[in-house]
């Protein structure tokens, strides 16, 4: 790992990981919540490498692929919903979309 | 490596779904805006028909094969959730075309979407690799996050889908990260492997059995004499005693992750959102289909990967993990569905509900020391939770697409005696929610809670909490009748309060007729599938512990590629 034990990779991974889901409880805005989703998922990724280089194993990479492929699908899929709920309320903000509670 | 003949026939079911499903979105382009989509809803539904007869006809019976060097298994497990998957896909689409007519959303996509999603439950089921089934779970719930918004111009259901993306996505996120944890502590994403490596290192490294060499110390020596430091070694490899952490916080969250997919209690905030807003048919997907295939993948995953040896309960607490979440489903689901006024939010609750039934045969399985055949019930009580489900949801899209919205019990008044048919299907779903016979729910709650019972008979600490968990599951179950009575009430003894448009039936009633013969034949003669159920849980490939060659009819062949670990 040139030199860099493991425990950074991991530590600084989990830190992205933990500061994509606080984001995505805390901010409104579903733009910046869809983001702080991404983050999580490359907080995975790097994670995935960082073992898969200490395992020596070729599994970890394969994954990282996948999960750009997935990730890419999945911002396809949500930025039109987003697009599609702004077109209803004008509005990014989660507290407005609302119509359903209880 | 493997036969590449039985490769490609074994990826069959996925393909031809797939295929139609391309075909579909083909033959919408050639579409004028305003001609009627209805026939591609029956192409579809031969498209189902089609996957569920190859995958039943052309793959052997009473074998388990690895395919594409053990990425995917074949097995009577996969192909009897193939068939569940294709039956409840053909349904939907027989009942969603008058649906969407009426509320403009008639398009092919639809059907497309309906045959990509049942070709990645079709994966994820048969996957044997983490790395299939994360990426057969997202084919399912991409394309069911694009339905829950389907009727694009509606407000409820763009907000709904919005609603449903968010919390699948983060619940990706989580079960991703739990993966590689997993893999950091086992270096491998076959569910095989991870099995083996959690039944013996793992649990050795715990009780400190620093004697035994596991792979993860052969790793960490190995990455010693490449040069890197030997100090990360200790921390993570040594005798697997650092892997430990990582394993179980890995496996962790997969579980949490899978609580969202299925709407467990406390995962559950989602469902009700998302089921009230969403179209009616694709809720009746998302509630019976995309549960049941998060069920029987959950299923799998913890059958063959973690409940193996000593991590599958007292150590590391699994057994207690699926008792807590069972419990709070089952108790929250019930009451909660109790003082809803919307019958789409009443179903949702109830469908938490029916989760939390079907974690006490996971609980039941953990507490026997992952004795699978526990879970033979749980096939069972998906097959009629899912027929029943369907057929409830139709029966809402059939009366919504007829200019009245029916999503209030008031909606349903006198609906009864206007179309007494429909009123009686909508009985025996009722009925068959609650777990009242001759329905088929009966006969699956009897199953499963009788598997809790058994599991308990063995004693050893804890059997007393299991009786606790059944006696409060059949308590609130009872509870649970009310509202499902409260439909019936509303049916028959309600007069009807406004005129509903005499309208043609359409497909939609052959799909709730299906559903409810299915419901009551299942009720009355259960033997066949509870007979299939035993076996393909019997046949589950891959487990530890040699289940698999007590109950096959044909012995294991030898897969290409893997050795599956006996």
């Keep these: 790992m040139f030199g860099i034990p493991i425990g950074w990779y991991l530590t600084l991974s989990a830190a992205l990981f933990v500061l994509g889901a606080i984001g995505l409880v805390l901010r409104r805005n579903a733009i910046v919540m869809f983001m702080c989703i991404e983050i999580m998922l490359n907080a995975v990724n790097l994670t995935f490498i960082a073992f898969a280089r200490y395992h020596n194993d070729l599994g970890g990479h394969l994954f990282v692929f996948m999960v750009i492929a997935v990730a890419a699908a999945e911002a396809g899929i949500g930025l039109a919903l987003i697009v599609n709920v702004y077109r209803h309320r004008r509005s990014l903000n989660v507290d407005d979309i609302n119509l359903m509670q209880g | ?566």
């Design chain 2, 1 to 566: 490596m493997g036969n590449p003949a039985f490769d490609i026939l074994s990826i069959l079911p996925f393909a031809v779904a797939c295929s139609f499903g391309m075909l579909i979105l083909l033959l919408e382009v050639f579409q004028r805006q305003t001609a009627s989509r209805s026939y591609l809803a029956g192409i579809a539904v031969v498209g189902f028909l089609l996957t569920a007869f190859v995958s039943g006809s052309f793959l052997p019976t009473g074998t388990a094969r690895a395919t594409f060097g053990g990425m995917a298994w074949i097995d009577g497990y996969t192909q009897i959730f193939t068939s569940l998957f294709c039956l409840a896909g053909a349904l939907t689409a027989m009942i969603a075309p008058r649906y969407l007519q009426e509320h403009g959303a008639d398009r092919g996509e639809f059907y497309a979407l309906l045959l990509f999603s049942v070709a990645g439950m079709i994966m994820m089921v048969a996957a044997a690799d983490l790395v299939v089934f994360f990426v057969a779970l997202e084919i399912m719930s991409i394309a069911v996050y694009a339905l829950a918004a389907y009727t694009r111009r509606s407000k409820l259901s763009s907000e709904a889908g919005f609603k449903y993306f968010v919390l699948g996505a983060f619940a990706s996120a989580i079960l991703l990260y739990g993966i590689a944890l997993v893999y950091g502590a086992t270096g491998t994403t076959n569910l095989a492997a991870i099995g083996q490596a959690f039944g013996g290192d793992v649990a050795r490294g715990a009780t400190g059995d620093a004697a035994a060499m596991s792979t993860l110390a052969q790793n960490a020596i190995v990455a010693a004499a490449r040069g890197a430091d030997v100090s990360v070694a200790a921390v993570i490899g040594n005798t697997g005693a650092g892997a430990v952490p990582l394993a179980i916080l890995g496996a962790t969250l997969i579980l949490i992750a899978f609580s969202f997919k299925i709407a467990a209690v406390p995962f559950h905030m989602w469902a009700p959102d998302a089921y009230t807003g969403a179209p009616t048919p694709v809720v009746g997907f998302m509630a019976a289909a995309v549960k049941a295939a998060g069920v029987a993948a959950l299923f799998r995953v913890v059958s063959v990967a973690l409940f193996s040896d000593s991590f599958r309960g007292g150590e590391y607490g699994w057994v207690q993990i699926f008792f807590a979440l069972a419990l709070l489903s089952m108790v929250v689901g019930n009451l909660v569905a109790l003082v809803q006024g919307n019958i789409k939010r009443m179903l949702a609750y109830s469908s938490v509900a029916h989760a939390g039934y079907m974690l006490v045969a996971f609980t039941a399985v953990g507490f026997r020391g992952g004795d699978i055949s526990m879970g033979s019930g749980l096939v069972f009580y998906l097959f009629a939770y899912t027929i029943a489900t369907i057929g409830a949801f139709g029966v809402l899209s059939w009366l919504g697409s007829r200019g009245m919205p029916c999503d209030n019990f008031e909606d349903l008044d006198g609906v009864g005696y206007r179309y007494p048919w429909i009123g009686l299907a909508m009985s025996i779903f009722m009925l068959s929610a609650a777990g009242i016979p001759p329905a088929a729910g009966f006969i699956g709650k009897f199953l499963v809670f009788k598997s809790a019972v058994a599991a308990s008979a063995a004693g050893g600490p804890g059997s007393g909490l299991l009786i606790f968990l059944v006696v409060t599951g059949i308590l609130v179950s009872v509870a649970g009748v009310y509202y499902y009575l409260r439909v019936i009430v509303h049916l028959y003894m309600k007069k009807a309060t406004r005129e509903v448009p005499e309208m043609p039936y359409g497909a939609a009633r052959w799909a709730i007729v299906i559903c409810a013969v299915l419901t009551l034949a299942l009720g009355v003669l259960p033997g066949k599938l509870v007979n299939s159920s035993e076996q393909a849980v019997g046949q589950m490939a891959g487990r530890a512990d040699g289940v698999y060659q007590q109950s096959a009819e044909a012995p294991l062949p030898t897969p290409g590629g893997i050795r599956l670990i006996r």
